[in-house]
T-cell receptor, first 112, second 120 residues
Framework: GQQVMQIPQYQHVQEGEDFTTYCNSSTTLSNIQWYKQRPGGHPVFLIQLVKSGEVKKQKRLTFQFGEAKKNSSLHITATQTTDVGTYFCAGFGRTSYDKVIFGPGTSLSVIP | EAGVTQFPSHSVIEKGQTVTLRCDPISGHDNLYWYRRVMGKEIKFLLHFVKESKQDESGMPNNRFLAERTGGTYSTLKVQPAELEDSGVYFC??????????????????FGPGTRLTVL
């Protein structure tokens, strides 16, 4: 069945360093969403990517969707302590009606 | 606008007991999803309602889990009898438009705060 993987599982960075998490699907996706979950909180929607090769930016966050629509990345420039949390990608399959598969998440720790 | 609410926030039960979780989606949201996150692992899809109909329940682990959404408003997820491996955080999420048109954009899902279930 469809699988969505994320790497790395954990990332510890010094405040000010950059951070990237990668999301890979075993199948071609219709679209992909990114969510952030703070410790003790619930997932909060960040962005949705739909088009092949799409790049979107939100302040220090840059999101990319691969040309084949099977992978995506989230890059944070100059991390801050407020960036701490787990970042999940969620892939919507093209063959399953509305099925969404979440990746296992990348847990980011920022050392002040 | 009120967000997605879930009740209870925590539940501790013994193996073999029954627990019912409730989710109140954002008013007017047709899509309602149930997910479960076991400690440190992925957010696993359980099922998806469109209004009162089960669109996809392929993620339900077994017949000990029963989800309902009578009237297309709030939803309940009953676990009976509960087993140790059912422990985790159960999230509910809703989104505003009927989705599923291939090639179209899906709406963001608004997550509730979750119910932390501990089965002893």
């Amino acid at each position: 069945g469809q699988q969505v993987m994320q790497i790395p599982q954990y990332q510890h960075v010094q405040e000010g360093e950059d951070f990237t998490t990668y999301c890979n699907s075993s199948t071609t996706l219709s679209n992909i969403q990114w969510y952030k979950q703070r410790p003790g909180g619930h997932p909060v929607f960040l962005i949705q990517l739909v088009k092949s090769g799409e790049v979107k930016k939100q302040k220090r966050l840059t999101f990319q969707f691969g040309e084949a629509k099977k992978n995506s990345s989230l890059h944070i420039t100059a991390t801050q302590t407020t960036d701490v949390g787990t970042y999940f990608c969620a892939g919507f399959g093209r063959t399953s009606y509305d099925k969404v598969i979440f990746g296992p998440g990348t847990s980011l720790s920022v050392i002040p | 606008e009120a967000g997605v609410t879930q009740f209870p926030s925590h539940s501790v039960i013994e193996k073999g007991q029954t627990v019912t979780l409730r989710c109140d989606p954002i008013s007017g949201h047709d899509n309602l999803y149930w997910y479960r996150r076991v400690m440190g692992k992925e957010i696993k899809f359980l099922l998806h309602f469109v209004k009162e109909s089960k669109q996809d329940e392929s993620g339900m682990p077994n017949n000990r889990f029963l989800a309902e959404r009578t009237g297309g408003t709030y939803s309940t997820l009953k676990v009976q009898p509960a087993e140790l491996e059912d422990s985790g955080v159960y999230f509910c999420a809703s989104s505003p438009l009927p989705s599923g048109r291939r090639g179209s954009s899906y709406n963001e899902q608004f997550f509730g705060p979750g119910t932390r279930l501990t089965v002893l």
